[in-house]
Protein backbone atom coordinates (compact mmCIF):
# COMPACT_ATOMS: atom_id res chain seq x y z
CA UNK A 1 0.00 0.00 0.00
CA UNK A 2 1.43 3.57 -0.90
CA UNK A 3 2.28 4.89 2.52
CA UNK A 4 1.10 8.34 1.81
CA UNK A 5 -2.28 7.06 0.74
CA UNK A 6 -5.67 7.53 2.85
CA UNK A 7 -7.47 4.35 4.05
CA UNK A 8 -11.25 5.61 4.46
CA UNK A 9 -12.89 2.03 4.46
CA UNK A 10 -12.57 0.91 7.58
CA UNK A 11 -16.07 -0.96 7.36
CA UNK A 12 -14.91 -2.75 4.90
CA UNK A 13 -11.77 -4.16 6.54
CA UNK A 14 -9.38 -3.06 9.75
CA UNK A 15 -5.45 -3.57 9.68
CA UNK A 16 -4.43 -6.76 11.85
CA UNK A 17 -3.81 -4.44 15.34
CA UNK A 18 -0.17 -5.30 16.30
CA UNK A 19 -0.66 -6.73 19.64
CA UNK A 20 -3.43 -9.28 18.26
CA UNK A 21 -0.86 -10.41 15.86
CA UNK A 22 1.18 -11.46 18.98
CA UNK A 23 -1.50 -13.14 20.64
CA UNK A 24 -1.86 -15.39 17.64
CA UNK A 25 1.64 -15.82 16.65
CA UNK A 26 2.70 -19.20 18.85
CA UNK A 27 -0.49 -20.98 17.67
CA UNK A 28 0.86 -20.97 14.52
CA UNK A 29 4.19 -22.41 15.48
CA UNK A 30 4.99 -24.28 18.59
CA UNK A 31 1.29 -24.45 20.18
CA UNK A 32 -0.11 -25.97 17.06
CA UNK A 33 -1.68 -28.33 18.96
CA UNK A 34 -5.34 -29.69 18.32
CA UNK A 35 -7.53 -28.72 21.61
CA UNK A 36 -9.43 -32.46 21.56
CA UNK A 37 -6.53 -34.34 21.44
CA UNK A 38 -5.95 -35.76 25.07
CA UNK A 39 -1.74 -35.03 25.78
CA UNK A 40 -0.91 -32.04 28.38
CA UNK A 41 0.06 -29.60 25.62
CA UNK A 42 -3.13 -29.96 23.78
CA UNK A 43 -4.84 -29.98 26.68
CA UNK A 44 -2.95 -26.70 27.42
CA UNK A 45 -3.86 -25.24 23.85
CA UNK A 46 -7.48 -25.84 24.84
CA UNK A 47 -7.36 -24.09 28.08
CA UNK A 48 -6.17 -21.14 25.98
CA UNK A 49 -9.06 -21.44 23.83
CA UNK A 50 -11.63 -21.51 26.79
CA UNK A 51 -9.92 -18.25 28.67
CA UNK A 52 -10.29 -16.20 24.92
CA UNK A 53 -14.10 -17.54 25.22
CA UNK A 54 -14.37 -15.89 28.60
CA UNK A 55 -13.00 -12.83 27.67
CA UNK A 56 -15.33 -12.30 24.99
CA UNK A 57 -17.98 -13.58 27.04
CA UNK A 58 -16.95 -10.78 29.97
CA UNK A 59 -17.97 -7.52 27.25
CA UNK A 60 -20.89 -9.51 26.27
CA UNK A 61 -22.05 -9.90 29.67
CA UNK A 62 -22.75 -13.64 28.90
CA UNK A 63 -21.58 -17.42 30.52
CA UNK A 64 -18.84 -18.46 28.57
CA UNK A 65 -20.68 -21.49 27.50
CA UNK A 66 -23.09 -19.40 25.19
CA UNK A 67 -20.58 -17.81 22.92
CA UNK A 68 -20.03 -20.40 19.92
CA UNK A 69 -16.89 -19.36 17.91
CA UNK A 70 -17.54 -18.97 13.86
CA UNK A 71 -15.20 -18.40 11.11
CA UNK A 72 -16.96 -14.83 10.73
CA UNK A 73 -20.03 -12.79 10.89
CA UNK A 74 -21.42 -13.97 7.27
CA UNK A 75 -21.27 -17.78 9.03
CA UNK A 76 -22.72 -16.87 11.85
CA UNK A 77 -25.36 -15.11 11.08
CA UNK A 78 -26.58 -17.98 8.71
CA UNK A 79 -26.16 -20.11 11.53
CA UNK A 80 -28.58 -18.29 13.55
CA UNK A 81 -31.24 -18.43 10.97
CA UNK A 82 -31.02 -21.65 9.73
CA UNK A 83 -30.89 -23.13 13.23
CA UNK A 84 -33.53 -21.43 14.31
CA UNK A 85 -35.61 -21.43 11.25
CA UNK A 86 -35.23 -25.37 10.51
CA UNK A 87 -36.91 -26.34 14.12
CA UNK A 88 -39.82 -24.49 12.98
CA UNK A 89 -40.13 -24.53 9.70
CA UNK A 90 -43.47 -22.64 9.72
CA UNK A 91 -43.08 -20.17 11.46
CA UNK A 92 -41.57 -17.08 9.90
CA UNK A 93 -38.98 -14.44 10.16
CA UNK A 94 -39.00 -10.78 10.34
CA UNK A 95 -36.53 -8.99 9.68
CA UNK A 96 -35.19 -4.78 8.76
CA UNK A 97 -35.05 -4.20 4.87
CA UNK A 98 -30.89 -2.44 5.44
CA UNK A 99 -30.11 -5.86 6.67
CA UNK A 100 -26.57 -7.38 5.36
CA UNK A 101 -26.95 -9.96 3.14
CA UNK A 102 -25.84 -12.44 5.14
CA UNK A 103 -29.10 -11.83 7.32
CA UNK A 104 -31.31 -11.43 3.75
CA UNK A 105 -30.24 -14.18 1.86
CA UNK A 106 -30.55 -17.00 3.89
CA UNK A 107 -33.96 -15.12 5.55
CA UNK A 108 -35.65 -15.29 2.16
CA UNK A 109 -35.24 -19.13 1.97
CA UNK A 110 -38.29 -18.89 4.17
CA UNK A 111 -41.39 -17.25 5.39
CA UNK A 112 -39.48 -13.52 5.44
CA UNK A 113 -40.99 -10.84 6.37
CA UNK A 114 -39.12 -7.57 5.73
CA UNK A 115 -39.77 -4.39 8.39
CA UNK A 116 -38.98 -0.61 6.57
CA UNK A 117 -37.04 1.73 8.01
CA UNK A 118 -37.72 5.60 8.11
CA UNK A 119 -35.12 8.04 5.85
CA UNK A 120 -32.95 8.41 8.70
CA UNK A 121 -32.82 4.69 8.43
CA UNK A 122 -34.37 3.29 11.74
CA UNK A 123 -36.57 0.83 12.15
CA UNK A 124 -40.32 2.12 13.14
CA UNK A 125 -41.63 0.03 16.40
CA UNK A 126 -45.23 0.53 14.99
CA UNK A 127 -44.03 -0.92 11.64
CA UNK A 128 -42.42 -4.00 13.69
CA UNK A 129 -45.22 -4.63 15.42
CA UNK A 130 -47.64 -4.93 12.80
CA UNK A 131 -44.98 -7.26 10.63
CA UNK A 132 -44.78 -9.79 14.04
CA UNK A 133 -47.57 -12.00 14.62
CA UNK A 134 -48.37 -15.37 16.12
CA UNK A 135 -46.23 -17.24 14.06
CA UNK A 136 -42.29 -15.41 14.14
CA UNK A 137 -40.30 -17.27 15.70
CA UNK A 138 -37.24 -14.99 15.02
CA UNK A 139 -36.42 -11.11 14.43
CA UNK A 140 -33.38 -9.94 13.10
CA UNK A 141 -32.50 -6.32 13.26
CA UNK A 142 -28.77 -5.46 13.06
CA UNK A 143 -27.25 -2.85 15.54
CA UNK A 144 -24.92 -0.55 13.17
CA UNK A 145 -25.89 -0.43 9.68
CA UNK A 146 -22.81 -1.28 7.30
CA UNK A 147 -23.37 0.90 5.20
CA UNK A 148 -25.00 4.26 6.69
CA UNK A 149 -23.87 3.63 9.82
CA UNK A 150 -27.55 4.33 11.66
CA UNK A 151 -27.50 2.77 14.81
CA UNK A 152 -30.95 0.96 15.72
CA UNK A 153 -32.69 1.26 18.64
CA UNK A 154 -32.17 -2.12 20.06
CA UNK A 155 -33.19 -1.74 24.11
CA UNK A 156 -36.61 -0.40 22.49
CA UNK A 157 -37.18 -3.08 20.04
CA UNK A 158 -36.40 -5.64 22.83
CA UNK A 159 -39.08 -4.14 24.88
CA UNK A 160 -41.41 -4.25 22.49
CA UNK A 161 -40.81 -8.42 22.05
CA UNK A 162 -41.16 -8.60 25.70
CA UNK A 163 -44.67 -7.22 25.38
CA UNK A 164 -45.40 -9.86 22.48
CA UNK A 165 -44.37 -12.20 24.64
CA UNK A 166 -46.35 -11.86 27.26
CA UNK A 167 -49.48 -10.87 25.77
CA UNK A 168 -48.66 -14.76 23.72
CA UNK A 169 -48.03 -15.95 26.97
CA UNK A 170 -51.03 -15.15 28.46
CA UNK A 171 -53.48 -16.31 25.08
CA UNK A 172 -51.58 -19.67 25.10
CA UNK A 173 -49.34 -19.32 22.14
CA UNK A 174 -46.32 -21.83 22.74
CA UNK A 175 -43.78 -20.93 19.92
CA UNK A 176 -40.76 -18.65 21.49
CA UNK A 177 -39.83 -15.08 20.07
CA UNK A 178 -36.27 -14.29 19.95
CA UNK A 179 -34.32 -11.48 18.62
CA UNK A 180 -30.52 -11.71 17.01
CA UNK A 181 -28.86 -8.43 16.17
CA UNK A 182 -25.83 -8.67 13.79
CA UNK A 183 -23.19 -6.07 15.53
CA UNK A 184 -19.91 -6.60 13.48
CA UNK A 185 -19.57 -3.06 12.79
CA UNK A 186 -21.31 -2.09 16.27
CA UNK A 187 -18.35 -4.39 18.53
CA UNK A 188 -15.61 -1.91 18.14
CA UNK A 189 -17.42 1.30 19.48
CA UNK A 190 -20.57 0.56 21.35
CA UNK A 191 -22.07 -1.46 24.21
CA UNK A 192 -22.14 -5.17 23.28
CA UNK A 193 -23.67 -6.54 26.70
CA UNK A 194 -26.48 -9.08 25.69
CA UNK A 195 -28.95 -8.41 28.88
CA UNK A 196 -28.58 -4.42 28.45
CA UNK A 197 -29.45 -5.04 24.74
CA UNK A 198 -32.43 -7.54 25.42
CA UNK A 199 -31.27 -10.25 22.46
CA UNK A 200 -31.10 -14.08 22.57
CA UNK A 201 -28.31 -13.75 19.53
CA UNK A 202 -25.62 -11.49 19.21
CA UNK A 203 -23.33 -12.06 16.22
CA UNK A 204 -20.05 -10.57 15.93
CA UNK A 205 -16.23 -10.26 14.07
CA UNK A 206 -12.75 -10.03 14.21
CA UNK A 207 -12.19 -8.33 10.62
CA UNK A 208 -14.10 -5.37 11.96
CA UNK A 209 -12.27 -4.93 14.88
CA UNK A 210 -8.46 -5.05 14.04
CA UNK A 211 -8.83 -8.97 14.45
CA UNK A 212 -8.33 -11.46 12.14
CA UNK A 213 -11.07 -12.00 8.94
CA UNK A 214 -12.66 -15.09 9.24
CA UNK A 215 -12.43 -15.51 12.92
CA UNK A 216 -16.33 -14.66 14.44
CA UNK A 217 -18.77 -15.32 17.60
CA UNK A 218 -21.91 -15.73 18.07
CA UNK A 219 -23.71 -15.43 21.78
CA UNK A 220 -26.54 -18.02 21.78
CA UNK A 221 -28.90 -17.19 25.46
CA UNK A 222 -28.27 -20.63 27.62
CA UNK A 223 -31.49 -22.60 27.30
CA UNK A 224 -32.08 -21.70 23.45
CA UNK A 225 -31.12 -24.85 20.98
CA UNK A 226 -30.02 -23.78 17.40
CA UNK A 227 -30.14 -26.99 14.86
CA UNK A 228 -26.21 -27.00 13.91
CA UNK A 229 -25.51 -26.46 9.99
CA UNK A 230 -21.98 -28.11 10.46
CA UNK A 231 -21.74 -31.44 11.78
CA UNK A 232 -18.50 -33.88 12.18
CA UNK A 233 -16.38 -33.73 15.72
CA UNK A 234 -19.09 -32.20 17.55
CA UNK A 235 -16.80 -29.13 18.69
CA UNK A 236 -18.63 -26.06 20.07
CA UNK A 237 -21.22 -28.10 22.20
CA UNK A 238 -22.17 -29.63 18.70
CA UNK A 239 -23.35 -26.03 16.79
CA UNK A 240 -20.38 -26.23 14.55
CA UNK A 241 -18.34 -28.83 14.39
CA UNK A 242 -14.66 -28.92 12.98
CA UNK A 243 -11.20 -28.50 14.54
CA UNK A 244 -11.25 -25.11 16.04
CA UNK A 245 -9.41 -22.09 14.42
CA UNK A 246 -7.34 -21.49 17.95
CA UNK A 247 -5.16 -18.65 16.20
CA UNK A 248 -8.26 -17.06 14.89
CA UNK A 249 -10.11 -17.47 18.46
CA UNK A 250 -7.54 -16.16 20.17
CA UNK A 251 -7.13 -12.95 18.29
CA UNK A 252 -10.72 -12.26 18.20
CA UNK A 253 -10.81 -12.11 21.81
CA UNK A 254 -7.63 -10.18 22.31
CA UNK A 255 -9.25 -7.75 19.41
CA UNK A 256 -12.86 -7.60 20.96
CA UNK A 257 -10.47 -7.06 24.23
CA UNK A 258 -8.91 -4.21 22.80
CA UNK A 259 -11.71 -2.00 21.21
CA UNK A 260 -13.94 -2.48 23.94
CA UNK A 261 -11.39 -0.99 26.67
CA UNK A 262 -10.41 2.05 24.47
CA UNK A 263 -13.73 2.54 22.72
CA UNK A 264 -15.01 5.51 24.86
CA UNK A 265 -11.70 7.36 24.02
CA UNK A 266 -11.69 6.15 20.33
CA UNK A 267 -15.40 7.46 20.08
CA UNK A 268 -15.11 11.26 21.04
CA UNK A 269 -12.02 11.04 18.94
CA UNK A 270 -13.65 10.10 15.66
CA UNK A 271 -17.00 12.61 16.55
CA UNK A 272 -14.70 15.01 16.32
CA UNK A 273 -13.58 13.99 13.70
CA UNK A 274 -17.10 13.27 11.95
CA UNK A 275 -17.77 16.86 12.75
CA UNK A 276 -14.83 18.44 11.31
CA UNK A 277 -15.53 15.74 7.93
CA UNK A 278 -19.54 17.29 7.59
CA UNK A 279 -18.31 20.69 8.37
CA UNK A 280 -15.57 20.87 5.60
CA UNK A 281 -17.82 18.76 3.34
CA UNK A 282 -20.70 21.52 3.81
CA UNK A 283 -18.29 24.08 2.86
CA UNK A 284 -16.50 22.47 0.01
CA UNK A 285 -19.57 20.66 -1.62
CA UNK A 286 -22.59 22.34 -0.08
CA UNK A 287 -24.67 20.25 -2.55
CA UNK A 288 -23.76 16.67 -0.73
CA UNK A 289 -26.42 15.14 1.42
CA UNK A 290 -25.44 13.09 4.58
CA UNK A 291 -27.85 9.84 4.26
CA UNK A 292 -29.02 8.35 7.13
CA UNK A 293 -29.87 9.69 10.83
CA UNK A 294 -26.67 12.27 12.18
CA UNK A 295 -27.85 11.51 15.51
CA UNK A 296 -27.87 7.87 15.59
CA UNK A 297 -25.18 6.94 14.00
CA UNK A 298 -21.27 5.29 14.22
CA UNK A 299 -18.72 8.05 15.11
CA UNK A 300 -16.58 6.48 12.27
CA UNK A 301 -19.49 6.51 9.29
CA UNK A 302 -19.97 9.36 6.86
CA UNK A 303 -22.41 8.64 4.13
CA UNK A 304 -23.05 11.27 1.23
CA UNK A 305 -25.05 11.51 -1.91
CA UNK A 306 -22.93 14.32 -4.69
CA UNK A 307 -26.50 14.75 -6.82
CA UNK A 308 -25.38 14.31 -10.47
CA UNK A 309 -22.13 12.82 -9.38
CA UNK A 310 -21.47 9.13 -10.80
CA UNK A 311 -19.78 7.18 -8.09
CA UNK A 312 -17.87 4.78 -9.71
CA UNK A 313 -15.99 7.68 -11.52
CA UNK A 314 -15.57 9.25 -8.25
CA UNK A 315 -13.96 6.21 -7.03
CA UNK A 316 -11.47 5.59 -9.62
CA UNK A 317 -10.50 9.40 -9.32
CA UNK A 318 -10.05 9.25 -5.99
CA UNK A 319 -7.87 6.09 -5.86
CA UNK A 320 -5.85 7.65 -8.16
CA UNK A 321 -5.63 10.72 -6.20
CA UNK A 322 -4.59 8.53 -2.99
CA UNK A 323 -8.11 8.24 -1.03
CA UNK A 324 -9.69 4.78 -0.82
CA UNK A 325 -13.25 4.80 -0.06
CA UNK A 326 -16.31 2.53 -0.98
CA UNK A 327 -19.60 3.28 -2.89
CA UNK A 328 -21.53 0.63 -0.40
CA UNK A 329 -20.84 -2.98 1.04
CA UNK A 330 -17.89 -4.37 0.55
CA UNK A 331 -19.44 -8.00 0.09
CA UNK A 332 -21.92 -6.38 -2.94
CA UNK A 333 -19.16 -3.88 -4.21
CA UNK A 334 -18.77 -6.06 -7.37
CA UNK A 335 -22.78 -5.79 -7.72
CA UNK A 336 -24.36 -3.05 -10.34
CA UNK A 337 -27.69 -2.85 -8.68
CA UNK A 338 -28.02 0.05 -6.28
CA UNK A 339 -27.86 -0.57 -2.54
CA UNK A 340 -30.69 -1.74 -1.05
CA UNK A 341 -29.94 -0.22 2.02
CA UNK A 342 -30.25 2.71 0.01
CA UNK A 343 -33.28 2.21 -1.84
CA UNK A 344 -34.52 1.55 1.33
CA UNK A 345 -34.19 4.88 2.71
CA UNK A 346 -35.81 5.81 -0.05
CA UNK A 347 -33.05 7.29 -2.18
CA UNK A 348 -33.65 7.10 -6.48
CA UNK A 349 -31.09 4.74 -8.46
CA UNK A 350 -29.59 7.81 -9.59
CA UNK A 351 -29.18 9.59 -6.18
CA UNK A 352 -27.86 5.77 -4.77
CA UNK A 353 -25.44 5.77 -7.44
CA UNK A 354 -24.48 8.93 -6.73
CA UNK A 355 -23.16 7.64 -3.51
CA UNK A 356 -20.10 7.57 -1.65
CA UNK A 357 -18.88 5.96 2.06
CA UNK A 358 -16.39 6.83 3.91
CA UNK A 359 -15.45 5.38 7.07
CA UNK A 360 -12.72 6.22 9.59
CA UNK A 361 -10.75 4.06 12.39
CA UNK A 362 -7.65 4.15 14.25
CA UNK A 363 -5.44 5.19 11.91
CA UNK A 364 -7.57 8.45 10.53
CA UNK A 365 -5.94 11.52 11.27
CA UNK A 366 -7.66 15.19 10.99
CA UNK A 367 -5.16 16.00 8.14
CA UNK A 368 -6.45 12.60 6.10
CA UNK A 369 -9.69 14.33 6.44
CA UNK A 370 -8.94 18.01 5.32
CA UNK A 371 -7.18 16.58 1.99
CA UNK A 372 -9.75 14.03 1.13
CA UNK A 373 -12.36 16.97 1.07
CA UNK A 374 -10.07 18.57 -0.96
CA UNK A 375 -9.27 16.24 -3.22
CA UNK A 376 -13.23 15.12 -3.73
CA UNK A 377 -14.13 18.74 -3.72
CA UNK A 378 -11.46 19.02 -6.87
CA UNK A 379 -13.16 15.97 -8.45
CA UNK A 380 -16.50 17.11 -8.16
CA UNK A 381 -16.02 20.68 -9.45
Not at 46 to 51: E, M, P
Not at 146 to 153: A, F, L, R
Request: hydrophobic share 45%; net charge negative; proline share 4%.
Amino acid sequence: MNTNAIYLDYAAATPLNEGVFQAMQPYFSDQFFNPSATYLAAQAVRKDVAQARARIAHWLGSRPSEVVFTAGTTEANNLVIHGVMRQFPEANIVVSAIEHDSILEPAAQYNCRQVAVNKDGIVSLADLQKAIDDNTVLVSIMYANNEVGVIQPLPAISHTLAAIREDRQARGVSLPLYLHTDAAQAAGYLDVHVARLGVQFMTIGGGKIYGPKQSGALFVHAGVQLAPQVLGGGQERGMRSGTENVAGSIGLAQALDMVQKMRHEELARLQLLQKRFLDLLAEAIPQAVLNGSRQHRLANNVHITIPGQDNERLLMALDEAGVMCAAGSACSASSEEPSHVLRALGLSEAEAQASLRFTMGQGTTEAHIEKTVQVLAQIVS
